[in-house]
């Protein structure tokens, strides 16, 4: 809209009224815009006169039916996906680690399925996520890897915290799929039991709880040189709060890489905030 304002346009051409946009209330302030900057617009296929009352209505009815189109497809859309999920076929390329895709249809993969096992099994076991990342490493384990339908590879990276976390917290171990707003029963077979699913998420809750304690974006008395403190890789430094102990929390700037990977990921020390402010 900024060449128009200058007047650097005169005509917009479409070839239907559709192509410009399909909602309303989008098009009626697009055509208040034209309007005050003298702006004409064509449609290639519709014989249209916008400077008539009778062709105002009908362009707002054109536009009214393509919305409603529009709306319409997304809706056929989603019913396709849930009736698809619903009758045990699997949409799309990708799939998570411990399955695979046959016949539009998901199946467990032994070696991978026994790699989320003992995942579950070890933080089950309250092993931190921090080592769980680093003996992925060390064995060469990386995240599902799939191939895009133009034939692209993806997937295929080292863990990070954030990778474990949401394998941990998938539903589609369960045997679930979600469709319809939520998770609902699948026809795939589990990898993970209840129980043993009910147990890894209690842990996930309460370590979060007690170890949520990234810095509030608000105390900026505390954090003052957020955005400015840099590590020798050259990133900036997040704020970070510790734990409480013994009623006291402690600031710090820790490495970025330090929250994906885990403590001591990065090398570099972790820097005390109170010591960088005075």
């Not at 997304?74 to 699997?90: D, H, I, S």
């Not at 016949?103 to 933080?123: G, H, K, M, T």
Request: charged share 25%; hydrophobic share 40%.
């Amino acid at each position: 809209m900024e060449k128009d304002k200058r007047g650097l346009i005169d005509v917009v051409v479409v070839h239907r009224l559709d192509r410009l946009t399909r909602n309303l209330s989008d098009f009626q302030r697009i055509i208040a815009e034209f309007n005050a900057h003298n702006v004409v617009l064509i449609s290639v296929t519709q014989q249209l006169d916008m400077s008539h009352h009778v062709g105002r209505l009908a362009t707002n009815i054109l536009t009214f039916f393509a919305e409603f189109e529009r709306e319409m497809v997304g809706q056929r859309v989603k019913e396709k996906r849930a009736a698809t999920l619903q009758n045990g076929r699997w949409q799309g390329t990708s799939c998570s680690l411990g399955y695979r895709i046959k016949n539009d249809c998901l199946v467990i993969d032994a070696a991978e399925s026994a790699i989320v096992q003992e995942l579950f099994f070890r933080y089950a076991n309250h092993e931190s996520g921090t080592v769980l990342i680093r003996d992925l490493d060390e064995r060469g384990i990386r995240t599902k890897q799939w191939l895009t339908r133009t034939g692209k590879p993806r997937g295929g990276q080292p863990f990070n915290r954030n990778a474990i976390y949401l394998l941990l917290k998938n539903r589609v171990y369960l045997g679930e799929v979600f469709f319809g707003g939520d998770w609902q029963r699948g026809a795939h077979e589990p990898i993970i039991e209840d129980a043993l699913w009910a147990q890894v998420q209690g842990l996930l809750e309460n370590r979060s709880r007690r170890c949520d304690t990234r810095a509030d974006t608000e105390n900026d008395t505390i954090f003052m040189l957020k955005g400015r403190v840099f590590g020798a890789d050259g990133r900036a430094m997040s704020p970070w709060l510790s734990s409480s102990y013994k009623g006291r929390k402690y600031a710090y700037y820790i490495p970025q890489r330090e929250i994906a990977e885990g403590a001591g990921a990065s090398g570099l020390p972790r820097l005390q905030a109170a010591n960088l402010n005075d």
